[in-house]
């Protein structure tokens, strides 16, 4: 059956599963080998050609739910997003890079591109305009992120992959907020689609991995740099992730549906000063993201009012998790200033938006209900530490 035709939790469920055919085993097998023959077969296998059968087999389905051609798997988020990077950049190129992204992203990009004689310019904003603004004669790849992290802006995808095509130049986007679930970049223009698998697409906190999805002309090209870089997963790990990737869509809507309903109960909170949720109508970009994305995604942030502190109410979360990470079942919060962008300096912050106030919210699987009430609590106590 053609996958155009299969549903989202069958593609999930089904496409790239390894079928045992020795045993009839109802999930994949493991191929744990790191040795495979050479002589006389299709194709020579060796795991940092990211080509095992589990390796194999996984891409699939990405590339399934992404709507691509071909897909690669990745040790970690940030070995997806470099080996990207250095695929379709060189000494004397130019990229231009959204100004509100992932830390870990703007560090790479800050600390490492001058070894590589690759410039770059952070747009002013996150609008078609500053992505055209800071083109230049040598340009050759632009990288969104949106929604963005952790502010939740929303970047018009269509435009800015219109805008790359009329100038020749490669658009790529972060797609680790929405996940393929809630959004589908290829689908608007974009060339290529990157992930943090750690995230969403595991679901579990318990993997580390990236993905990249695009053409099969664009992956041969990121395959030719990351063979020699070596940024490749065990096949244990790729195993976990097909595994978990089968409730992807399950997970990540009743993960969206608790995220509706806290937005909108934190927007009416009288201890909290803004909430930035795509899916809230006050939200500047909320017509923009209801336009491009197919839900608004699980992920919010929220600023406490000054007289709280912030770290103080994390420490009294009872049910929700200070974590550093984002996208399990279960829910978390972390400070962006303490962690996903604990290495920008405090100007750098400012100038992005991200107050020591800010919260980042990472809504999972819990009954409503019983979130409501630990963050309730975990205010109460707060403000009573505060004042006695």
């Known amino acids: ?28 097998p493991i191929y744990v080998s790191t040795s495979y023959e050479f002589d006389d077969v299709d194709l020579k296998r060796y795991p940092r050609y ?37 695929a379709f950049l060189q000494n004397g190129d130019h990229i ?3 100004n509100t992204l992932y830390g870990g992203t703007s560090n790479f990009i800050r600390e490492e591109f001058h070894k590589y004689g690759i410039e770059y310019t952070f747009t002013e904003g996150y609008k078609v305009s500053d992505f055209e603004a800071a083109i230049q004669p040598n340009t050759k790849l632009i990288h969104i992120e949106t929604p963005s992290n952790p502010l939740l802006t929303i970047t018009d995808v269509k435009g800015v992959a219109n805008l ?35 995230k969403y697409l595991g679901g579990h906190s318990d993997i580390l991995a990236g ?19 070596g940024g490749s997963l065990s096949d244990m790990t790729v195993w976990m992730l097909e595994r978990s990737m089968k409730t992807l869509a399950l997970r990540v809507k009743a993960q969206t549906k608790n995220a509706h309903k806290l937005a909108a109960f934190l927007d009416k909170h009288d201890d909290v000063a803004k909430v930035y949720y795509p899916g809230l109508k006050n939200h500047p970009e909320h017509e923009l993201a209801k336009s491009q994305m197919k839900d608004f995604g699980a992920m919010l942030s929220f600023e406490l009012v000054d007289d709280i502190d912030a770290m103080s109410f ?5 049910l929700i998790k200070p974590s550093m990470s984002l996208a399990g079942v279960e829910s978390t ?24 106030q800010l919260i980042r919210f990472s809504v999972g699987i819990e009954t409503f209900r019983d979130l409501k009430s630990d963050i309730n609590q975990a205010i109460t106590k707060t403000k009573t530490t505060t004042f006695a």
């Open 333 to 356: 919060m972390l400070l962006p200033a303490e962690t996903s962008h604990s290495l920008l300096t405090q100007d750098q912050r400012d100038d992005i938006g991200i107050s020591n």
């Open 50 to 86: 990211f080509n095992t059968p589990n390796q194999e087999f996984l891409a699939k389905k990405i590339a399934a739910l992404e709507h691509t051609e071909a897909a690669m798997i990745f040790g970690s988020g940030m070995a997806a997003i470099s080996h990207m990077f250095l």
């Open 164 to 198: 790359g095509r009329s100038k020749g130049i490669i658009t790529t986007i972060d797609n680790t907020f929405a996940s393929p679930i809630n959004q589908n970049p290829i689908d608007l223009g974009i060339d290529i689609v990157m992930h943090s698998a750690t």
């Open 314 to 318: 994390m420490k009294q979360l009872h």
């Open 211 to 229: 993905a990249v999805a695009s053409t099969q002309e664009h992956m041969d090209r990121i395959w030719n740099v990351s063979k020699n870089l």
């Open 1 to 28: 059956m053609s996958k155009k035709k299969l549903g989202l939790n069958t593609i999930c469920t089904h496409v790239g599963e390894i079928k045992d055919e020795q045993f009839k085993g109802a999930v994949s």
């Open 96 to 98: 231009v890079v959204q």
